[in-house]
């Protein structure tokens, strides 16, 4: 039997997950200060990746999902988010993945269980106050921009909790190798999801002949399409879970795919890309 996740460790990961999100929830009409913009990225990465081990630990477990409802938060007069406290942030975060990571394969127990569902809550609430912030935050110009110009579009908005958020429409621009997607014209928001197919978690399964995503899988994506803030229609799922089993299929040899999350027009466009995976030490 798998090991156990012990309540009192996800009850305090809750708490302190609850205080971060308290913390940005009130600064949702902040922008990010001088130096503070080039960690946002990293943040929501980190954040994505740990609604996405959670969420199949949820999954795992037989846990239903929390509800995505944000929690009110009283507003502070507009100010900046300093530098210094976004690496104290992203610190703090990338502590808390690892520490998941070397136990994703442990079970959630009973007494877990909701503080483990307040912990994927926070996670969601997180990346969407976070976002928001960085929507006021102007971007830094391209290299040899004209002084005055525009700089990289970003949602003036996130999408609305329980309102479907359409991805862009049009076909985007595919790449040669492995049928990936291009990227969108305007920046990603920095967040990622590393789908490797391992034997203990394979990400496709045979169903009467034909390959289709595992649960693990559809846990993982949706995860990181809820961690973005990204709820979409049983219709769009469908195709997106469709898209996703062909860029798996289409992996190359000794690299894993990772989805990404750009915009285009304001409206988030995901996309793929594929790096190599990490080699396993002799013996392993």
């Given at each position: 039997?798998?090991?156990?996740?012990?309540?009192?460790?996800?009850?305090?990961?809750?708490?302190?997950?609850?205080?971060?999100?308290?913390?940005?929830?009130?600064?949702?009409?902040?922008?990010?200060?001088?130096?503070?913009?080039?960690?946002?990225?990293?943040?929501?990465?980190?954040?994505?990746?740990?609604?996405?081990?959670?969420?199949?630990?949820?999954?795992?477990?037989?846990?239903?999902?929390?509800?995505?409802?944000?929690?009110?938060?009283?507003?502070?007069?507009?100010?900046?988010?300093?530098?210094?406290?976004?690496?104290?942030?992203?610190?703090?975060?990338?502590?808390?993945?690892?520490?998941?990571?070397?136990?994703?394969?442990?079970?959630?127990?009973?007494?877990?269980?909701?503080?483990?569902?307040?912990?994927?809550?926070?996670?969601?609430?997180?990346?969407?106050?976070?976002?928001?912030?960085?929507?006021?935050?102007?971007?830094?110009?391209?290299?040899?921009?004209?002084?005055?110009?525009?700089?990289?579009?970003?949602?003036?908005?996130?999408?609305?909790?329980?309102?479907?958020?359409?991805?862009?429409?049009?076909?985007?621009?595919?790449?040669?190798?492995?049928?990936?997607?291009?990227?969108?014209?305007?920046?990603?928001?920095?967040?990622?999801?590393?789908?490797?197919?391992?034997?203990?978690?394979?990400?496709?399964?045979?169903?009467?002949?034909?390959?289709?995503?595992?649960?693990?899988?559809?846990?993982?994506?949706?995860?990181?399409?809820?961690?973005?803030?990204?709820?979409?229609?049983?219709?769009?799922?469908?195709?997106?879970y469709v898209k996703v089993l062909k860029w798996i299929e289409n992996t190359p040899e000794g690299q894993?795919?990772?989805?990404?999350?750009?915009?285009?027009?304001?409206?988030?466009?995901?996309?793929?890309?594929?790096?190599?995976?990490?080699?396993?030490?002799?013996?392993?």
């Amino acid at each position: 039997m798998a090991d156990e996740l012990p309540a009192a460790d996800l009850q305090k990961a809750s708490e302190n997950l609850g205080r971060l999100h308290a913390f940005l929830a009130a600064r949702t009409s902040w922008a990010v200060g001088a130096g503070g913009d080039a960690l946002v990225p990293e943040i929501l990465g980190a954040i994505g990746e740990l609604s996405s081990l959670m969420g199949g630990m949820l999954q795992e477990s037989g846990i239903s999902f929390p509800r995505r409802d944000v929690i009110a938060v009283d507003q502070l007069p507009e100010g900046e988010l300093d530098a210094d406290r976004l690496r104290q942030v992203s610190s703090f975060l990338l502590q808390m993945k690892r520490w998941f990571v070397h136990r994703c394969d442990w079970r959630i127990g009973g007494a877990g269980r909701e503080p483990a569902r307040q912990v994927q809550a926070f996670l969601i609430g997180l990346s969407a106050s976070l976002r928001t912030i960085a929507a006021h935050t102007p971007a830094p110009a391209e290299p040899g921009t004209p002084a005055g110009s525009p700089g990289p579009a970003v949602p003036s908005e996130p999408p609305k909790a329980g309102q479907p958020h359409k991805f862009a429409s049009g076909p985007a621009p595919t790449a040669a190798a492995g049928g990936t997607e291009a990227a969108p014209a305007e920046r990603s928001n920095g967040a990622r999801l590393e789908l490797e197919d391992r034997v203990e978690a394979p990400l496709l399964v045979m169903f009467r002949g034909a390959s289709e995503l595992s649960s693990v899988a559809r846990e993982l994506i949706d995860g990181f399409l809820g961690a973005n803030g990204i709820e979409l229609g049983a219709t769009d799922l469908r195709r997106f879970y469709v898209k996703v089993l062909k860029w798996i299929e289409n992996t190359p040899e000794g690299q894993m795919l990772v989805l990404k999350i750009g915009w285009r027009d304001g409206i988030p466009a995901p996309y793929s890309s594929y790096v190599p995976r990490a080699r396993e030490a002799p013996g392993d």
